[in-house]
Nanobody, 115 residues
Framework: VQLQASGGGSVQPGGSLRLSCVVS????????IGWFRQAPGKQREGVAC????????YYADSVKGRFTISRNSYKNTVYLQMNNLKPEDTAVYYC?????????WGQGTKVTVSS
């Protein structure tokens, strides 16, 4: 199983980034995929999640209306479109796959929002 996150970078406040999580070894049809982030000195927190099957989505209050999670089942990839980025969005972003007792983390991709 691999979860390969990419798309991070440095942007100014108000900018946009799209993160990608390429999933291999498991199917999006059977696993919920979530994006989490961890800022320096803070605990890891959930940002957004898309469920398996007929997908439903969840967003943390801090990103509602700015971030959109989506998936392409043919590419086995989950995206996180991040708009109107704020300095407080600065963190390392991780994707996570979960189903029952299965819980797998990918490596992170760093997002820095600064003027």
């Amino acid at each position: 199983v691999q979860l390969q996150a990419s798309g991070g970078g440095s942007v100014q406040p108000g900018g946009s980034l799209r993160l990608s999580c390429v999933v291999s070894g498991i199917s999006l049809r059977w696993h919920d995929i979530g994006w989490f982030r961890q800022a320096p000195g803070k605990q890891r927190e959930g940002v957004a999640c898309i469920s398996n099957g007929e997908p439903s989505t969840y967003y943390a209050d801090s990103v509602k209306g700015r971030f959109t999670i989506s998936r392409n089942s043919y590419k086995n990839t989950v995206y996180l479109q991040m708009n109107n980025l704020k300095p407080e969005d600065t963190a390392v972003y991780y994707c996570n796959a979960r189903s029952g007792s299965f819980n797998f983390w990918g490596q992170g991709t760093k997002v820095t929002v600064s003027s």
